[in-house]
């Protein structure tokens, strides 16, 4: 009976913790598993999850395995997001393009300054222009190791006027006509990385023409 009653006793301080110390709190889990099961303990803590989820600048699914719908859920409480990153994991990121036609109704995303959808392979033009078209801050992308193609380029030169670096590392599908789009419209773009893709090397000196200072990495 006593120690039953020390329980209650502890769990009655653990209650009376304000929701802004919660959040604090919550904010250092790496763990996503762990926030889960923090947000089922009690309406407290769930609210406690959701503000620290709303903290959150950076958000990073390396490493975890992730569906359309976890991530959109997670992505969609993170209001002040301003990276994130998406990429394929060895435990197999299943992020389609339905994932990314949910993120893009998120708050955040006009705020985005970095996005990584490095290695997705269930992403194509549909969800990646869906995506890119509602950014209004987008400095850094990572497409590399997708099966986008020149739409995705023009979808990006046309909404991402501040990029400054992009990664299409073996885009098979993008030609010099997305590359030339993309220059020619993102003028504060200092880096592309090209390795891997199928545009001939002797292409690469028209994008320098529009663009001397372009650093292309092959």
């Known amino acids: 009976m006593i120690v039953r009653e020390d329980i209650m006793e502890v769990e009655a301080e653990i209650d009376r913790l304000p929701i802004d110390l919660l959040a604090h709190i919550f904010v250092m889990f790496t763990s996503f598993t762990d926030l889960a099961q923090a947000s089922g303990v009690c309406k407290k803590w769930k609210q406690g999850v959701m503000e620290s989820l709303a903290r959150r600048h950076n958000l990073s699914f390396a490493g975890w395995k992730m569906d359309d719908d976890s991530t959109a859920r997670l992505v969609y409480h993170a209001y002040n997001l301003t990276k994130l990153d998406i990429p394929m994991s060895r435990w197999g990121c299943q992020i389609t393009d339905a994932g990314l036609l949910r993120i893009s109704f998120a708050k955040c995303v006009s705020n985005l300054t970095s996005i990584s959808l ?99 990495k092959l």
């Open 118 to 216: 490095w290695g997705l392979t269930g992403i194509t033009d549909e969800g990646v222009v869906q995506l890119i078209s509602r950014t209004r801050s987008l400095q850094h992308l990572n497409v590399g190791g997708t099966f986008i193609t020149d739409e995705s380029l023009f979808a990006i030169a046309r909404s991402c006027p501040k990029l400054e670096t992009i990664v299409l590392w073996s885009c098979h599908h993008v030609t010099e006509r997305g590359l030339l789009a993309l220059v020619d419209k993102c003028l504060k773009l200092k880096s592309m990385n090209v390795w891997g893709t199928r545009v001939p090397e002797h292409c690469f000196n028209n994008l320098l023409i529009l663009s001397p200072a372009l650093q292309i």
